[in-house]
C-alpha cells in the first residue's frame, strides 16, 4: 500500500497482560521503525529493521519488549507484562534507504495499560 | 545521550503574526529533518537540510541550518491557523535512527 498501516488503532491491556502492536510498512520500503511517543510530545526509537533483520535494537526494554518483521506479513511489537508506564503511542514508519529517502510514519496504535 | 532540545516548548499566537522555533543540540548531526504532527496523526515531513548553513523554503516557512549542523530553526511568517500542530525537529548520524526533538506545540488563534 501508499500507507504505513498499523493496527490496532487503540489498545486497552490490564497492566500484566501482553500486548501487540502491527504495522504493514509501505511496499518496497525495506526499512521499518518502531518509535514511543509520551506524554504527546517526546519520541523514543525503539528497534529498526532492514527486511526481517534487526538492524538498531538500542532503545528495545528487552526484558518485556520484543518485535519481528517477517516475511509476508506485518510487523509486529510484543509487549509481555504490560507495565503502566508503557502506555503510550507506538509509531511505526518506514523508509526505502533511510539516509536518502524520508521516514513514512503511521498513525500510531494508542496503547492504555490500566 | 544525546539531546535535541526544542524551544518553546509552548507557543499561543494570533493569526497574521510571525514566530521562530529552535532546535539545539550539542552534537553535529549529518542532516536534520522537521516535521509536523497533527492530533491522532504521525508525524509528516516538512523538510530536510544537509549542509551547514542551507536555508530552504516552503511557502510561508523558512527552514535553516547552522553552519556548525548543530542546531536549526524554523521561522513561520503570517501564521494561520491550519499551521496548529506539534513541530519536531529529528536529527541523523548517518545511520538509520533519527534522534527527535522534545517538541513545540503551536496553537494559532483566528
Known amino acids: 500500500g501508499e500507507e504505513v498501516a498499523q493496527t490496532p488503532k487503540h489498545l486497552v491491556r490490564g497492566e500484566g497482560q501482553k500486548a501487540k502492536l502491527y504495522c504493514a510498512p509501505i511496499k518496497g520500503h525495506s526499512y521499518v521503525f518502531w518509535y514511543q511517543q509520551v506524554l504527546k510530545n517526546e519520541f523514543k526509537f525503539l528497534i529498526s529493521?532492514?527486511?526481517?533483520?534487526?538492524?538498531?535494537e538500542t532503545g528495545m526494554p528487552k526484558e518485556r519488549f520484543s518485535a519481528k518483521c517477517l516475511p509476508n506479513s506485518p510487523c509486529s511489537l510484543e509487549i509481555q507484562a504490560t507495565k503502566l508506564e508503557d502506555s503510550a503511542v507506538y509509531f511505526c514508519a518506514s523508509s526505502q534507504a533511510p539516509e536518502e529517502s524520508p521516514l513514512h510514519f503511521g498513525n500510531g496504535t494508542r496503547l492504555t495499560v490500566t | 545521550t544525546q539531546l535535541l532540545e526544542q524551544s518553546p516548548q509552548f507557543l499561543s499566537i494570533q493569526e497574521g503574526e510571525n514566530l521562530t522555533v529552535y532546535c539545539n543540540s550539542s552534537?553535529?548531526?549529518?542532516?536534520l529533518q522537521w516535521y509536523r504532527q497533527e492530533p491522532g496523526e504521525g508525524p509528516v515531513l516538512l523538510v530536510t537540510v544537509v549542509t551547514g548553513g542551507e536555508v530552504k523554503k516552503l511557502k510561508r516557512l523558512t527552514f535553516q541550518f547552522g553552519d556548525a549542523r548543530k542546531d536549526s530553526s524554523l521561522h513561520i511568517t503570517a501564521a494561520q491557523p491550519g499551521d496548529t500542530g506539534l513541530y519536531l525537529c529529528a536529527g541523523s548520524y548517518n545511520t538509520d535512527k533519527l534522534i527527535f526533538g522534545t517538541g513545540t506545540r503551536l496553537q494559532v488563534f483566528p
Open positions: 529493521f532492514q527486511n526481517e533483520n534487526v538492524f538498531d
Open positions: 552534537s553535529v548531526f549529518s542532516s
